[in-house]
């Protein structure tokens, strides 16, 4: 048997879904249940049926799946397929900043640990975080973490002025605005599309900024015919297939090749994917204080969420 035809026995047997996020390999977005971005993601974890996720991403989008559903056995083919930005915002260190601004709602970026997210009000997503963000009332003394780009943006088209933490994703804050400007110069009927973990100088050149979701129902929506992309390669697969007539470009992140690839979220593979199913392994275990604390501030941005629109 194939490995596909393997996967879709065994999910079966197992009654598991496999959720997959845009910036994973093609044969793996091909073969998922549901591909999208962290929103999107955290809601089909939440709404599951299945017995066992499998969830073909990084480590703190298992991690909230399984915040979700304490008693599915949630796995990731990969567990060193972690985050940049998640690692950015160490517990002890977050911890000491946080309590250095007693005032302070926090809210966190879905793209933080665990023990980051028990330390939050509220998480948000670059689907939602302008909404999550104007939930609270203008007085309200707001930190913003880890991205520092992400929440620069928000602050900029908000007027807020929210305490940021210094993290970074490595995928969106390599891109430069010099191999921007040689692409648009290159390609002058092209469209620049960018997601706001993006740096604020090539935000500023943005024709649409936006969540890797608003990002491909902009190019599947919009006349143009060309487009440059700042963010992960993999999201370059869905609209492609949504756009067959369209032209996307990467911006790269060296000189090197035309890409942006995320190391982590491409540690998973259709082998990796199959082992997972198969053995239930790796899994992913937190204790039980953390997932009681750590669901609140998710399930608020779900309840927010809903009521703004963004998710039925």
Not at 42 to 67: L, P, R
Not at 115 to 136: L, P
Not at 145 to 154: E, Q, R, S, V, W
Not at 195 to 223: I, M, R, W, Y
């Amino acid at each position: 048997m194939q490995l596909t035809d393997k996967i879709n026995k065994l999910r079966k047997e197992k009654n598991a879904i496999i959720l997959a996020h845009y910036y994973q390999v093609p044969e793996i977005q091909d073969i998922a249940d549901y591909v999208g971005d962290s929103l999107g993601l955290a809601q089909q974890a939440a709404q599951t049926k299945a017995d066992m996720i499998v969830f073909a991403g990084v480590h703190f989008m298992a991690e909230t799946a399984k915040i979700l559903n304490p008693d599915k056995l949630v796995v990731l083919p990969d567990m060193n397929a972690g985050c940049s930005l998640a690692a950015s915002a160490p517990e002890k260190e977050f911890r000491a900043f946080v309590n250095s601004y007693p005032d302070h709602k926090v809210i966190s970026y879905i793209n933080c640990t665990a023990a980051v997210k028990t330390m939050s009000d509220v998480i948000c997503t670059s689907g939602n975080a302008v909404q999550i963000v104007e939930s609270f009332p203008k007085e309200t003394k707001l930190i913003f973490a880890p991205d520092k780009n992400l929440g620069g943006y928000i602050n900029s088209i908000t007027g807020r002025d929210m305490v940021l933490w210094d993290g970074t994703c490595e995928v969106h804050d390599i891109l430069s605005t010099e191999a921007v400007i040689k692409l648009k110069m290159e390609h002058p009927d092209a469209k620049l599309i960018a997601h706001p973990e993006c740096k604020a100088a090539l935000l500023q050149l943005a024709d649409f900024v936006g969540s890797t979701t608003a990002l491909l129902n902009f190019s599947k929506n919009d006349s143009s015919k060309k487009y440059i992309v700042a963010t992960e390669t993999g999201i370059l697969h869905k609209m492609q297939q949504q756009s067959p007539d369209k032209t996307f470009l990467i911006v790269p992140s060296d000189e090197t090749c035309n890409c942006n690839d995320c190391p982590y979220m491409k540690l998973n593979t259709l082998e990796k994917l199959l082992s997972a199913l198969e053995n239930g392994q790796p899994a992913i275990e937190l204790p039980e204080d953390v997932i009681i604390k750590a669901r609140k501030p998710i399930e608020r941005m779900l309840e927010i969420s809903k009521k703004m629109g963004l998710i039925k």
